[in-house]
């Protein structure tokens, strides 16, 4: 059979398949053109950058009982001595009484009680001593607890679980209002480092004037770490156009003194300096924000008194920085009469460690003075 044969009689099964062809081809054609029109298209906008913040949930708030402000500690009088031994004896500088209506009833008990723990020989050799060498008679007797543990054993406060941040530096903006309305800007510069034992802290903070910078407040502190959070040893004050002053925590006689007074308040559990403050409220924080569901009081020694400061939280707030927006947590200390006058905001950054990134003191006369982060290096190390 010749080729032109066999094509004859398989004409129409060729022409089944070349249709069959076409036909696949024109399907092909047809859902790629349509299939192109819903493909994703790529985009001449740049990618966004996304950023998320830690946000928590604000504890419900839990009335506290105001604490008992603690009282300088009364200076105990000297036995009565024979008049020839005191002709020889030389002036004793007082400390400075603590009247009886402030003097609160805890105390005048174990004034009553310390009063019972020198036999009267021993009380006459501690009144000859002090005539000898000018100083008071010590508030407890030999292997007697001293007067001011006791009152600090009285005065307990409530103790928190506290996670501080690890160390960090910080450079901030200052910007003060005056109370007639005159506005200053000016720069400071924050200080946190720790190593898990020992800490140091520092707050420089200044205006900028025309040609000139003026300081208007350096802190310093250092101590250790211990179960109840931040425990300094000594921090020191030095305000524009004042000399510089020093808190001492003695927590072997468990007083608080100062070189700018002679008075002495007992070291109650927690306590802080101003420069700590924010620290250990990010500490508390850092460890359980729940915490914050009740007022935080917590002692802190300043220049001449060791008050107790009630912070309270306000709640979250963005602020706006050169760092972009923060999400924080508000707390304020307001002023309590008779204590303090000014007013004490402390806005600390869950998302960063709890770390504290504006502070503002409102003064009794109305002008503020506001700190607000610019920087934070937390690459540093603890020493």
């Known amino acids: 059979m010749s080729l032109a044969t066999f094509l004859r009689r398989r004409r129409r099964l060729l022409l ?10 024109v399907a092909i054609d047809w859902a790629g053109s349509h299939l192109a029109g819903v493909a994703p298209r790529s985009s ?19 009335d506290t009982p105001q604490p008992a402000q603690p009282q300088a500690l009364p200076a105990r009088a000297l036995p009565p001595r024979s008049v020839k031994a005191a002709a020889h004896a030389p002036a004793i500088a007082p400390l400075i009484p603590v009247p009886a209506a402030e003097t609160p009833a805890a105390v005048e008990a174990v004034l009553a009680d310390a009063a019972t723990l020198a036999t009267p020989v021993q009380a006459e050799q501690a009144g000859a001593s002090a005539a000898q060498t000018g100083t008071p008679v010590p508030l407890q007797a030999d292997g007697a607890t001293p007067l001011a543990a006791q009152l600090a054993e009285q005065l307990s406060m409530r103790r928190y679980k506290v996670n501080l941040p690890p160390s960090a530096d910080f450079d901030m903006d200052v910007a003060r209002v005056d109370a007639d309305g005159t506005r200053w800007n000016g720069a400071a510069s924050m200080r946190w480092h720790t190593d898990g034992s020992q800490y140091q802290a520092s ?3 200044g205006l900028n004037l025309l040609v000139t910078r003026l300081n208007l407040l350096v802190m310093r502190s250092a101590g250790s770490i211990d179960d109840y959070g931040i425990a300094p040893a000594t921090s020191t004050q030095k305000r524009a156009r004042r000399a510089e002053t020093a808190t001492h925590f003695n927590r072997d006689a468990a007083t608080i003194t100062f070189s700018a007074s002679e008075r002495s308040y007992p070291l109650l559990v927690g306590a802080q300096d101003m420069t700590t403050v924010p620290f250990q409220l990010g500490g508390i924080g850092r460890a359980d924000p729940n915490q914050f569901a009740s007022d935080i009081d917590m002692q802190v020694g300043e220049d001449r008194t ?17 760092l972009g927006k923060l999400r924080t947590w508000h707390l304020t200390r307001p002023p309590r009469p008779g204590s303090y006058t000014s007013r004490l905001d402390i806005w600390l950054a869950p998302g960063l460690n709890w770390l504290p990134v504006q502070l503002r003191n409102t003064e009794a006369s109305g002008a503020l003075t506001t700190q607000t982060v610019s920087r934070i290096t937390t690459n540093v190390t603890g020493k």
């Not at 089944?16 to 081809?25: E, Q």
């Not at 060791?306 to 050169?322: K, P």
């Open 306 to 322: 060791a008050n107790i400061f009630r912070f309270q939280l306000v709640g979250e707030e963005e602020l706006e920085t050169r």
């Open 16 to 25: 089944f398949c070349v249709a069959t062809l076409v036909l696949h081809g």
């Open 203 to 205: 707050v420089e903070a």
């Open 44 to 62: 001449a906008l740049p990618a966004s950058l996304m950023t998320a913040q830690l946000k928590l949930s604000l504890p419900k708030h839990v």
